[in-house]
């Protein structure tokens, strides 16, 4: 019933211009009847107003279904994916349309080559950033005074990291995401990440508990260590005091969770559903306590989508923070 008010409304708002013209006409020559036609019979005029009122009546009836059926043949056509002058091959001024997608299509054509060719080319730059950085991180340790040589190596092992995310990023927003699914030992990822995050983990003071046992997944062993590598950022950067990083599998039936947990900070109620959001920092960020960009956990949970995993969160703040991946059936990839 509301689908029908609503069209009879859009009817309505399209002919109330020809309405009014109609009543307008009509209340004229009822006045030059009764005014100036001498003699001229009331139940005359009313009788004729009668049959005009009901020949409009039934004209108006008949627009209106025909109407109602475009604004249904209009929805079903705004329901499909494709493009809609490709689709109906009659409607008016189907060149025209024809014409506008041609340039349109070209126009993004031209700007997805010029986002490829940057991609390539900040892809070039990071692998051309990681020698230097390399070579600073060697030279760094012929520095006598430990306190410079830890400063120093704690801001080039920051950079190395932010490059390395940044070349991650670039594979991940590309045209083509080399995806590389196979049968992986989950504890040689999580010793590869470990490893990739020691300096911070042993700069911050952090204990160590991991018992991943002998599980095997199916996934990319790179993109699986790049998100675990952020989970791990992430607890080093909200770390507390008398930091604990907690590292662990369980399995039920097919499905293996692994789960990464840290006695930090913790996430506040407000933000933890936004979290996995583009760009999201969360009150940590807008307090001053912590430095963010809001892109780690997005691109780790699109990483994770893209595999067929899931990821998730929970905390308490000021008590943990506990992320879980879950690697459901999925040997069809190694297949």
Known sequence: MSLIWERFRAYGKRKW????????????????FIFLIQGGRLEYLLYL?????????????????????????MAELLGQKGLICRICPDFDNRELAEHDVRILEEQLEARFQESCELQDYVAKWCHEMKLPLSAGLLMGERIADYRLRRDMKEQLERMSQQVGTLLLGCRLQGALFDLQVRRVSLKECVRTSIHNQQFFLIQKGFGMKVDVGEEMV???PSWLVYVLDQLISNAVKYAGDDPV??????????VIRIFVEDNGTGIQESDISRIFEKGFTGQNYHNGKHRSTGMGL?????????????IGVESEYGRYSRFWIVFKENDYFGR
């Open 49 to 73: 107003d009668v049959l005009v009122l009901v020949f409009f009546l039934l004209l108006g009836a008949v627009d209106f279904c025909g109407f109602a059926r475009q604004q249904k043949n």
């Open 218 to 220: 199916y996934t990319d």
């Open 17 to 32: 211009g020809y309405a009014a013209l109609g009543m307008g006409v009509s209340a004229a020559f009822n006045l030059y």
């Open 298 to 310: 997005y691109m780790a949970e699109k990483i994770m989508k893209r595999m067929g995993h899931e």
């Open 245 to 254: 990083l907690s590292i662990w599998a369980e399995r039920k039936g097919v």
